[in-house]
Nanobody, 121 residues
């Protein structure tokens, strides 16, 4: 059983910072791309940032220059440093990871339960 557990959400004023973390646990052989998605009320879930196992990163245009994604492969952890937060960043943030298992071909996508980020104006 694999679990992705997020932490670090909360309430912050516009211009402030938050750091989200997500740890994957279970009988994991390896982890490919890890990422953060967000979903605001009434909107579809969208990619915020992703990072490959080789540390190549990709960001949504709306967060470039403000958010930084990083990972610790030894700890099966991915983090998202969010600076200069805006009210429009308010959403539930979800961790995603592509996970491989011993003797199983391919990768399986897993999601965390989400953590609320609220930015007040």
């Amino acid at each position: 059983q694999v679990q992705l557990v997020e932490s670090g959400g909360g309430l912050v004023q516009a211009g402030g910072s938050l750091r989200l973390s997500c740890v994957a646990s279970g009988s994991i052989s390896g982890i490919g791309t890890m990422g953060w998605y967000r979903q605001a009320p009434g909107k579809q879930r969208q990619l915020v940032a992703s990072i490959t196992s080789g540390a190549s990163t990709n960001y949504a245009d709306s967060v470039k220059g403000r958010f930084t994604i990083s990972r610790n492969n030894d700890a099966n952890m991915v983090s998202l440093q969010m600076n200069s937060l805006k009210p429009e960043d308010t959403a539930v943030y979800y961790c995603n990871a592509a996970i491989s298992f011993a003797r199983v071909v391919g990768l399986t996508q897993y999601w965390g339960r989400g953590t609320q980020v609220t930015v007040s104006s």
